[in-house]
T-cell receptor, first 116, second 114 residues
Framework: AQKITQTQPGMFVQEKEAVTLDCTYD???????LFWYKQPSSGEMIFLIY??????QNATEGRYSLNFQKARKSANLVISASQLGDSAMYFC?????????????FGSGTRLQVQP | EADIYQTPRYLVIGTGKKITLECSQT?????MYWYQQDPGMELHLIHY???????EKGDLSSESTVSRIRTEHFPLTLESARPSHTSQYLC?????????????FGSGTQLSVL
């Protein structure tokens, strides 16, 4: 079974600094995807970045990058130059397989607060 | 970006009422999902559908039911709401295959059962 672990319930960062949000995963699948979503206080889930298990290069999307270490089964999110609008919950997720279907399974999330 | 809509945004009802949470998407996605999320907690898959007339239960047991009569519409129904059903319900859709399957989420319905 797939499992996502996010060990940081809350993080603080100063505006304009970089921050790393940790994510480790446990899967028996050979092929899988790793995702990060942002959830502001308004409640919607916003897709940030995706990494495929066979991608050799770390994914980047603007200020977001995914530090993928396959041997360690970690997929940390790095946010560079933090902005006040980055304050939100951040969820790591992986593709879950089984019983003939695929869906995303999520970690418990990290609440990031960006301070001015 | 996919357009996916959920109504109502907020719902406060009394115990025993029947409710339907609406979810519609305009992108023709075959795959649709319902997730349940308690405040500050992770999302749990409760239902999914891979197309019209296809519905399956997810990982978290739920007393709710779903239907998929049209591609664009995936409503969730609670026949008799209870306080334990108080939660946020998020609908999502996707048309991608393979491991890069990105889900597009609606804004969610925050349900409070008194």
């Amino acid at each position: 079974a797939q499992k996502i672990t996010q060990t940081q319930p809350g993080m603080f960062v100063q505006e304009k600094e970089a921050v790393t949000l940790d994510c480790t995963y446990d899967t028996s699948d050979q092929s899988y995807g790793l995702f990060w979503y942002k959830q502001p206080s308004s409640g919607e889930m916003i897709f940030l970045i995706y990494q495929g298990s066979y991608d050799e290069q770390n994914a980047t999307e603007g200020r977001y990058s995914l530090n993928f270490q396959k041997a360690r089964k970690s997929a940390n999110l790095v946010i560079s130059a933090s902005q006040l609008g980055d304050s939100a919950m951040y969820f790591c997720a992986t593709t879950k397989t089984g019983a003939g279907r695929r869906a995303l399974t999520f970690g418990s999330g990290t609440r990031l607060q960006v301070q001015p | 970006e996919a357009d996916i809509y959920q109504t109502p945004r907020y719902l406060v009802i009394g115990t025993g009422k029947k409710i339907t949470l609406e979810c519609s998407q305009t992108m023709g996605h075959d795959k649709m999902y319902w997730y349940q999320q308690d405040p500050g907690m992770e999302l749990h898959l409760i239902h999914y559908s891979y197309g019209v007339n296809s519905t399956e239960k997810g990982d978290l047991s739920s007393e709710s039911t779903v239907s998929r009569i049209r591609t664009e519409h995936f409503p969730l129904t609670l026949e008799s709401a209870r306080p334990s059903h108080t939660s946020q319900y998020l609908c999502a859709s996707s048309d991608q295959t393979g491991w890069g399957e990105k889900l597009f989420f609606g804004s969610g319905t925050q349900l409070s059962v008194l």
